[in-house]
């Protein structure tokens, strides 16, 4: 069960705007909407983001948006904070009952 | 307000069996999918199981035949119980709430399998 592919680090400076992508195929990313982002700060559970590709939960800012394109989800934050330094994940149902992650984003806010 | 606790984690030899608890308040375990997922040190989250209000379970491949999700609906508890443990087992396990999108999570315990 392969991971999502992920860049390994994306960096960008506050106020900024910056983009994470998601990788899959048409059994994952690609066939379902049911994309989730996630942050997670070290030595932090994770906390979610964005879920269904695009919907933010009570509570998130409305910085953070998420789209999806054929097999590639992504997650953009915009009016980058030092705050939102951080990992960021992203997962997706899978035929046949099965999640995957993907591999893992590390945000550096220079 | 929602909480998920976990507890059972620690050391363990290569073989072992371990059994990890997801305590539950806020809400009814079984009226909701419940996920865990492990993140080994250092590394990304994996997905290991889910278990359904309805009761279905499943599970990733590496775990396959060797891990158990359960719940007790008198106790409000989620349950992992690990078999013929290995060393790539080792990890936090979280409890989430939730299938495809897991909007409350567990601190976490850990599992070392160590000899």
């Known amino acids: 069960q392969s991971a999502l592919t992920q860049p390994a680090s994306v960096s960008g400076s506050p106020g900024q705007s910056i983009t994470i992508s998601c990788t899959g195929t048409s059994s994952d990313v690609g066939g379902y909407n049911y994309v989730s982002w996630y942050q997670q700060q070290p030595g932090k559970a994770p906390k979610l983001m964005i879920y269904?590709?695009?919907s933010r939960p009570s509570g998130v800012s409305n910085r953070f948006s998420g789209s999806k394109s054929g097999n590639t989800a992504s997650l953009t934050i915009s009016g980058l904070q030092a705050e939102d330094e951080a990992d960021y994940y992203c997962?997706?149902?899978?035929?046949?009952?099965?999640?995957?992650f993907g591999g893992g984003t590390k945000l550096t806010v220079l | 307000e929602v909480q998920l606790v976990e507890s059972g984690g620690g050391l363990i030899q290569p073989g072992g069996s371990l059994r990890l608890s997801c305590a539950a308040s806020g809400f009814t375990v079984s009226s909701k999918y419940m996920t865990w997922v492990r993140q080994a040190p250092g590394k990304g989250l994996e997905w290991v199981s889910f278990i359904y209000s309805g009761g279905s379970t499943f599970y990733a491949d590496s775990v396959k035949g060797r891990f158990t999700i359960s719940r007790d609906n008198s106790k409000n508890t989620l349950y992992l119980q690990m078999n013929s443990l290995r060393a790539e087992d080792t990890a936090v396990y979280y409890c989430a709430k939730g299938d495809t999108a897991h909007d409350y999570w567990g601190q976490g315990t850990l599992v070392i399998v160590s000899s």
């Open positions: 269904e590709v695009s």
């Open positions: 997962s997706s149902y899978r035929s046949s009952n099965t999640l995957v």
